[in-house]
């Protein structure tokens, strides 16, 4: 798990590019107050996960990162 909110900032760096460079510069607060948002929740939901079905921990820790990374992909590759 520490090595899994360690690489946090760098999906949070990807996911706000991808919102910064589509031109949504008045939206992009609200934006990242949202990912942030989501993120908790999706962390509380894998933990939940792990600890109620047994679920690896590798993917209870990385599966929000692996999610919002991915997002952040998308965020990048799509045109305006």
Do not use: Q
């Not at 760096?13 to 510069?25: F, M, N, P, S, T």
Request: include cysteine; hydrophobic fraction near 55%.
């Amino acid at each position: 798990r520490r090595f899994a909110l360690a690489s946090l900032p760098l999906v949070f760096a990807l996911v706000g590019a991808g919102i910064v460079l589509r031109g949504r510069h008045r939206r992009a607060a609200g934006c990242g107050l949202l990912v942030v948002l989501a993120c908790y929740v999706l962390l509380r939901i894998a933990d939940w996960g792990v600890v109620r079905f047994e679920h690896s921990v590798w993917a209870g820790s990385f599966g929000p990162n692996i999610v919002l990374g991915l997002f952040g992909l998308y965020l990048l590759g799509r045109k305006r």
